[in-house]
Nanobody
């Protein structure tokens, strides 16, 4: 796995929106060997969870806690991977990471199977 870098974290108020980006200098999604990519987070109490994933064909998978509020997207022509977060809640606060993954399902069901979470970005949602 290639460790990736998440960016775009900020402090926002409850109900607000934020878009995170993922990448690395020299990294190209179209030619990467990875089958999928995911977004993971570590909450303020230390809990780790996978929240969104997308595979090479664009199929997506979400954890129940973010379903309907977060959207993962990948654009090979622009070489971007994003996580659009809407209707943010205080419990969404934490460190967010993006990573290569063997498939979308392990990101959600077994985030520890993702070997390298890479460099994270902090999101703080205030009430």
């Amino acid at each position: 796995q290639v460790p990736l870098v998440a960016s775009g974290g900020a402090s926002v108020q409850t109900g607000g929106s934020l878009t995170l980006s993922c990448g690395k200098v020299g990294y190209t999604y179209a030619t990467s060997r990875s089958h999928a990519w995911g977004w993971l987070r570590q909450g303020t109490r230390g809990e780790r969870e996978g929240i969104a994933a997308i595979d090479r064909d664009g199929a997506t998978l979400y954890a129940d806690c973010v379903k309907g509020r977060f959207t993962i997207s990948k654009d090979n022509t622009k070489n971007t991977l994003h996580l659009l977060m809407d209707k943010l809640k205080p419990e969404d606060s934490g460190m967010y990471y993006c990573a290569e993954a063997p498939d979308t399902v392990p990101v959600i069901t077994d985030p520890d199977a993702v070997v390298d979470w890479g460099q994270g970005t902090e999101v703080t949602v205030s009430s």
